[in-house]
């Protein structure tokens, strides 16, 4: 059996090249796989592999003063979920438009709520309460808190952009959450910089949630690995996407057959055999007839 790993601290690193040539020599050392991203603002990383594997991982970080207190969400896997190991180095952690300095201006991030009174906001929530999920659109799509509002983004780097549509509840309780953690933190000292006053955000995110309270969320949590995909109630998964081509309940994530396209969308079983695996009339015509150019070469 396997173990998944995810984790970040925002912090100073001074040098990145160093940590990063480190880094890598554990991880092969070790064996595991998944993406590291290293920054002068921290660490941010997914990591699978052996489960005395991501132990000795675990404990070597945390013996680094920087990342003492860490946090790891994990989860037992089987076999491999990512095809490789990637490490590198980055301006931010998580990519936002707009630059904001959460290492040096640590007053910029949202107060943390516990699972426990997230939950109760979730049971509760008044008209003075706004749920704002962090996430991309694809994400939400797929799986959601109840009552949440969910952004149209493609990307957590258009979230700047979108905080224009949010000045009405600019004097209400906003409180955020995201898959593990990393991205509230910027995007609730985004909200702060642009004079929101209320603001908080889940600790540890989704996925540490998830431990207390699986039922409350909606559908499965989206996962950046080949799993694409968890449910959190393993009891009772309630699936609330629908397929792009018939409408129908699914929550099958693909990616168009025609790499010109290549986007990922949600489908049925049987709309991914009629359409042969693609989004659209328009790319299934286009497969055909390379299809066919292919053939009588």
Not at 41 to 53: D, P
Not at 54 to 77: A, H, M
Not at 130 to 148: H, M, Q, V
Request: charged share 30%.
């Amino acid at each position: 059996m396997n173990r998944v790993i995810l984790y970040y601290k925002y912090i100073k690193i001074d040098n990145p090249k160093a940590f990063l040539k480190s880094q890598k020599k554990l991880c092969l050392r070790l064996n595991l796989k998944g993406r590291i991203i290293i920054s002068w603002e921290g660490l941010n990383g997914t990591l699978s592999g052996l489960k005395n594997n991501i132990e000795i991982y675990k404990n070597i970080l945390l013996e680094d003063t920087r990342f003492e207190d860490i946090v790891f969400k994990e989860s037992d896997i089987k076999g491999d979920i990512f095809p490789k190991l990637s490490i590198k180095i980055r301006d931010e952690i998580v990519t936002l438009k707009e630059k904001i300095d959460i290492v040096s201006e640590n007053s910029l991030k949202g107060k943390y709520i516990s699972p426990e009174d997230f939950h109760d906001i979730v049971l509760n929530k008044d008209g003075d309460t706004i749920i704002l999920d962090a996430r991309n659109n694809y994400e939400s799509l797929i799986g959601r808190f109840k009552g949440a509002l969910t952004p149209d983004i493609d990307n957590f780097r258009d979230l700047p952009g979108y905080i224009e549509n949010l000045k009405e509840y600019r004097d209400k309780k906003i409180v955020m959450y995201c898959t593990g953690g990393v991205r509230c933190e910027k995007a609730s000292a985004l909200l702060i910089k642009r004079g929101f006053r209320n603001v908080y955000q889940l600790k540890e995110g989704i996925l540490n949630y998830a431990k207390y309270y699986p039922e409350d969320f909606e559908g499965k949590c989206y996962v950046f690995d080949k799993r694409i995909s968890v449910p959190l109630d393993k009891n009772n998964v309630k699936i609330i996407s629908k397929c792009k081509h018939c409408n129908i309940i699914s929550d099958i994530y693909i990616n168009c057959a025609n790499k010109q396209c290549n986007m990922q969308f949600i489908s049925c079983k049987n709309c991914i055999e009629k359409f042969h695996h693609t989004c659209s009339l328009d790319c299934k015509s286009f497969i055909t007839i390379h299809s066919f150019k292919n053939l009588n070469k």
